[in-house]
Nanobody, 114 residues
């Protein structure tokens, strides 16, 4: 399984970005996909994830601002990020949970200036 993330960049506080992640390889129907992030000097943390059935969960810090979605036919997952804050600055990693295995993408940098 390979994951390719894109869409990061530099944005001012209050702005928006949309991250995309394309999955290829042996993607099975029963999986969850999502995003973690890691800021400098901090541990990697869950941002949001979504099952193939559409169930979602979000970290408290992004609820109401970020929306995760997926296109099962295309094996894509998206993260729409609105009302961005400087504390959202981090490297965002796409991941896929298939059975007991977790696969990670290469990460995309999101920088929010104040």
């Amino acid at each position: 399984v390979q994951l390719q993330a894109s869409g990061g960049g530099l944005v001012q506080a209050g702005g928006s970005l949309r991250l995309s992640c394309a999955a290829s390889g042996s993607i099975f129907r029963d999986n969850a996909m999502g995003w973690h992030r890691q800021a400098p000097g901090k541990q990697r943390e869950l941002v949001a994830d979504i099952t193939n059935g559409g169930s979602t969960r979000y970290s408290d810090s992004v609820k109401g601002r970020f929306t995760i979605s997926r296109d099962n036919a295309k094996n894509m997952v998206y993260l729409q990020m609105n009302s961005l804050k400087p504390e959202d600055t981090a490297v965002y990693y796409c991941y896929a949970q298939i059975g007991t295995r977790t696969y990670w993408g290469q990460g995309t940098q999101v920088t929010v200036s104040s």
